[in-house]
C-alpha cells in the first residue's frame, strides 16, 4: 500500500479520489482556463469534462451578484488567495438552477508568480427547495426571538438562524466558529433537531477536556488488552452516536495524527476500535465548532490542509454579544424568567441604570457571561427590580474592578475571603456602608479601613 507522500505524488490515484468526492472539483490555468473537471462537478452541473476543459471559466460564474469576487480576480490580485464559502446561482446543462456554495484558492510557484487556482463546490439546491417548509416551521414552532435557544431578534442572530435552518436540511458537515459562550452547542442542537436525524442521537464532546491519550478510545472505543488498563472492550461515541449528530467542540485542539484518523471515518464512513483488526461501519452526521482561526494553523501544521477543507464544508460564524448588543434586554429577560422559575423570586425587570451598563459592558464571556451576571443578581435583588448594584462588580463598576484587580494583587488566602465577605456585605446593602457594618458585626470606620485596604471602591 503506497505512503501518505506516494498517495500524494501519484496523478493516478489522486485523481480517482477526486472522481469519488460528492462535491465538484476543478482547476484553472494561470489565464483562467478550465484544465481539470471531476467527475462530482460533471453530476452537479451536467456539463462533461469534454465540454468545459479548454474554456473560460467564466462559464462557472454568470451574471455577477454585487460584491461577488470573480476567480479571475484571484489570479491577477497577488494580495487575493482564496475565496470562502462564496454562494452562487448557476444555470445547468439542462437549463436548471441550481444554488452552489464555492471555495477557490489560487496555486502558486516557489517565487509567488500565480500558475492557476483550484476549487470545490457544493450544491446546495436540495436546501433551497425546502425553504417554503423552513418559514412554514418558523411560523408554526417558535417565535423570532428563541430560535431552539438562541435568544435574539438582531439581523446577526436572524442570519445564524437562517444558516443553521439550511444546514438541517442536508447532510453536509458543518464547522461552527465563534468566541466561548457564543452558543455554538446549542447551534449543533438546533441543527440535529430540525434534521432528519433529529429523533436520533445526539452527543457532544469537547476536544479540549479530554487528555490526547483517551480522546482516540473516547472516539472511536477500544477492546480488551488494547493498552494498559483495558479490561474490557469499550464503545466510542460513533458507534454510541450512530444514526445520530456527533458534535466536536474546540476541533482546533485536536491532534494532526486523530485528523488523519478522523479524515477516514468521513470518507470511509468506518471505524477501528483501538487494538481491533476489523472495521466498523457506521452513519453519523458530524459538526465540529472552534474558537481558534484554523486556516492560521494550517501553515504551521497544527491543521492539516485537507482536513480543515472536510470539515469546514459548510461555515457557521456565530456573533459575539458585543456586536449585536440590541439583543441584550431580551436575553436578560429570557434569563429573568428561567431564574424566577428555578428560585421562585418574582422579579419583574431591570433599573434603567443597570440596563444601561449592562448595555455598554464588552461581555468578553459572552451570552454565558451574561446569564452568570442575572444569575449573580437573584442572589442579591431584594425586590422585584434588578438594580445596578446587584450586577457582578466587574459590570457595575469596571474601572474601579480593573484598579482593585492591579491594586491587590496577591492578597493572602484569609485576606482574600474577607475582602469577599465584604463586597457581599456592601452589595446586599445596596452601597449604604453602615448597614455593611452592622452585617459584618464591625464599626463604620473599621469597615471604612478594610474596604482602602483592599481597593474597594
Avoid at 161 to 180: K, P
Avoid at 395 to 405: C, D, G, K, M, V
Amino acid at each position: 500500500m503506497p505512503s501518505d507522500m506516494d498517495f500524494r505524488k501519484d496523478p493516478s490515484i489522486l485523481s480517482q479520489v477526486v472522481d469519488v468526492v460528492p462535491h465538484g472539483v476543478f482547476t484553472v490555468d494561470q489565464n483562467g482556463i478550465i484544465v481539470g473537471w471531476s467527475a462530482g462537478a460533471e453530476q452537479i452541473t451536467g456539463f462533461s469534462s469534454a465540454d468545459v476543459v479548454g474554456k473560460s471559466c467564466n462559464i462557472l460564474e454568470g451574471p455577477q451578484s454585487k460584491g461577488a469576487t470573480r476567480i479571475i480576480d484571484l489570479l491577477e490580485n497577488p494580495n487575493l488567495t482564496v475565496i470562502s464559502n462564496q454562494e452562487r446561482r448557476f444555470i445547468d446543462k439542462h437549463g436548471r438552477e441550481h444554488y452552489i456554495l464555492g471555495n477557490i484558492r489560487s496555486v502558486a510557484d516557489a517565487h509567488g508568480k500565480v500558475l492557476g487556482a483550484v476549487g470545490t463546490f457544493t450544491d446546495l439546491t436540495p436546501v433551497m427547495q425546502n425553504n417554503e417548509k423552513i418559514t412554514l416551521r418558523e411560523e408554526e414552532a417558535e417565535s423570532p426571538t428563541d430560535f431552539h435557544g438562541l435568544i435574539g431578534e438582531s439581523p446577526l442572530i436572524r442570519a445564524v438562524s437562517h444558516r443553521l435552518q439550511l444546514a438541517s436540511q442536508s447532510d453536509v458537515t458543518v464547522l461552527l466558529r465563534g468566541e466561548s459562550g457564543t452558543g455554538k452547542e446549542l447551534a449543533a442542537k438546533a441543527i440535529h433537531a430540525l434534521s432528519a436525524r433529529g429523533k436520533k442521537p445526539f452527543i457532544a464532546m469537547n476536544c479540549s477536556a479530554i487528555p490526547e491519550t483517551l480522546l482516540e478510545s473516547e472516539l472511536f472505543g477500544h477492546v480488551k488488552g488494547a493498552f494498559t488498563g483495558a479490561v474490557q472492550d469499550k464503545v466510542g461515541v460513533f458507534q454510541a452516536v450512530d444514526k445520530g449528530t456527533l458534535f466536536l467542540d474546540e476541533i482546533g485542539d485536536m491532534s494532526p495524527l486523530l485528523q488523519v484518523k478522523l479524515l477516514r471515518v468521513l470518507q470511509e464512513r468506518e471505524i477501528r476500535r483501538v487494538g481491533d483488526d476489523h472495521t466498523i461501519k457506521v452513519d453519523v452526521r458530524l459538526i465540529t465548532a472552534t474558537h481558534k482561526d484554523l486556516a492560521s494553523l494550517v501553515p504551521t501544521g497544527a491543521i492539516r490542509e485537507d482536513f480543515f477543507y472536510r470539515i469546514r464544508v459548510f461555515e457557521i460564524a456565530l456573533p459575539p454579544l458585543r456586536e449585536r448588543k440590541e439583543d441584550i434586554p431580551i436575553l436578560a429577560d429570557h434569563f429573568i424568567t428561567k431564574f424566577n422559575l428555578s428560585t421562585g423570586k418574582k422579579v419583574k425587570g431591570i433599573a434603567r441604570d443597570a440596563l444601561q451598563r449592562m448595555m455598554s459592558f464588552t461581555w468578553p464571556g459572552n451570552v454565558r457571561e451574561l446569564q452568570h451576571a442575572i444569575e449573580h443578581a437573584f442572589v442579591t435583588v431584594t425586590g422585584d427590580t434588578i438594580n445596578l448594584l446587584d450586577l457582578p462588580p466587574e459590570i457595575y463598576n469596571p474601572h474601579a474592578h480593573r484598579a482593585r484587580l492591579h491594586a491587590v494583587p496577591s492578597l493572602a488566602a484569609d485576606d482574600q475571603a474577607e475582602r469577599s465577605r465584604i463586597e457581599e456585605a456592601l452589595q446586599q446593602a445596596g452601597g449604604n456602608r453602615t448597614d455593611a457594618a452592622k452585617s459584618l458585626g464591625i464599626s463604620r470606620v473599621s469597615l471604612w479601613k478594610k474596604m482602602r485596604r483592599y481597593g474597594i471602591a
